[in-house]
């Protein structure tokens, strides 16, 4: 099996992993993680593409690798906002959770 | 005998299981040190998928620079996830989910194996516009970021500051032009300041060398910027530097160099060489060197302020 098919079997696998944390995780910044595990494992695809893609001669395309770079910094941003988002709301609710029924319960903050 | 393609499963194997273990740890701390792990080991697939550019941007931002923040966030979210257990998903959706995820894993898998034996490429167009008469760059990934599909690179670097407006956006109105939070603790350990001392001034020469280099070689602006981002939120660690204010004027000014010098050059292109974010034959190199080094002040500055969050009461400085 050459390098490049196995690094698209390893970004499947990444891909399946990550969406089982994503849903099962209760914790924002697990899902966060998780999503960014996801996102590896869509770039690893799209390399080996790069990979295949070298029909000028050279040993990789330029273009997807390029786009994955491009990829990598707007995962990265995307995922800071993420955080932010999530401190947000512990900052203002005093918890992180998503569970919609946890709203309904007395928090923390309120029973002082 | 090779044994490349033993280190090959090797490698693959240590990725998924690392992976796996950022997703099924217990705790967050531990999940977000694999994470990290991760991040590194995957840098060398992509060494091994001929991809250096990639690697490196991988291991200085998608391991690095994140890991940073997921270890920020979860300091700063420590306190409360003792304070309230999370209900657990029942065995039934664990089952079900974890089906689906091998369901979307064969599905992908399946078609990696059947590729069309001729793929489609652009890689002809790009080889062209990068040995062409507008470019004279060694590296093609740099050709192309730059030159070939140079619209995407300067959006993407609106991108982050879209992305850094809407960080400081989440803060409260009161705080409004203060700076973030510190990022490290009030007295850093020795051994965080001892690696600020030693690793902050070679890893600034390391950025600014792969910049440089970017231009004939595995490098470029995204990778020397994001490890002199990586500099400075070391020194923010030790707390030789403070987070700044967000209403300074340098600041705000860094934060727009890369994308507005880039826009300039583009527009000046039309009268110059003929067409929006078309280089003059011959000046290619330098323009393009000189609008990477405004690229990399603005990468260096948006990274750390994405990572030290939005502005904070209580941390005037």
């Known amino acids: 099996m050459s390098p490049s098919t196995l690094a698209g079997l390893v970004g499947a696998t990444l891909v399946g992993l990550g969406l089982y944390g994503l849903v099962l995780h209760p914790h924002p910044l697990r899902k966060l993680l998780a999503f960014n595990v996801i996102g590896n494992g869509v770039f690893l695809v799209f390399g080996i593409i790069a990979r295949r893609g070298a029909a000028a001669g050279l040993s990789f395309d330029p273009v997807p690798q390029a786009m994955v770079i491009t990829g990598i910094v707007v995962a990265f941003a995307a995922s800071a906002l993420a955080v932010a988002l999530i401190l947000g709301l512990y900052s203002e609710a005093g918890r992180v959770t998503l569970d919609p029924d946890a709203w309904t319960k007395p928090g923390p903050e309120e029973g002082k | ?317």
Request: aromatic share 8%.
């Open chain 2, 1 to 317: 005998m090779n044994i490349l393609p033993f280190l090959d499963i090797l490698l693959a194997s240590l990725i998924v299981t690392v992976a796996a273990s950022t997703v099924v740890a217990r705790d967050l701390f531990a999940a977000v040190v694999s994470y990290v792990a991760y991040g590194l080991l995957l840098a060398f697939v992509w060494i091994r998928l001929y991809a250096p550019d990639v690697a490196l941007t991988e291991a200085a931002v998608g391991s690095g620079v994140t890991g940073v923040l997921l270890i920020t966030a979860g300091k700063r979210l420590a306190a409360i996830r003792k304070a309230e257990p999370e209900a657990q998903p029942g065995p039934a959706l664990k089952w079900l989910t974890g089906a689906l995820a091998v369901l979307v894993a064969c599905a992908l898998a399946a078609a990696i194996l059947m590729l069309p034996d001729v793929p489609p490429s652009l890689a002809p167009e790009a080889v062209t516009a990068a040995s062409g008469p507008g470019a004279g760059l060694g590296n093609p990934i740099t050709a192309v970021l730059i030159s070939y599909r140079s619209f995407d690179t300067m959006l993407e670097k609106v991108v982050l500051i879209l992305a850094v407006v809407g960080v400081w956006s989440i803060g409260k109105d009161a705080a409004w032009g203060n700076a973030p939070a510190p990022l490290g603790r009030s007295r850093p350990s020795p051994a965080m300041v001892f690696l600020a001392q030693i690793l902050a001034p070679i890893g600034t020469l390391i950025g600014i060398h792969i910049f440089w280099v970017g231009a004939d070689a595995p490098g470029g602006a995204f990778q020397g910027g994001a490890l002199l981002a990586a500099m400075w939120m070391v020194a923010m660690m030790a707390r030789f530097d403070e987070p700044p204010r967000i209403d300074a004027k340098w600041l705000r000014l860094g934060l727009v160099a890369g994308p507005a010098v880039f826009l300039v050059v583009g527009l000046a292109g039309i009268s110059m060489a003929g067409n929006f974010f078309a280089y003059p034959p011959g000046f290619a190199k330098p323009i393009i060197i000189f609008i990477e080094a405004f690229m990399v002040l603005s990468i260096a500055v948006a990274l750390p302020l994405l990572v030290a969050g939005p502005p904070s009461e209580g941390y005037e400085t």
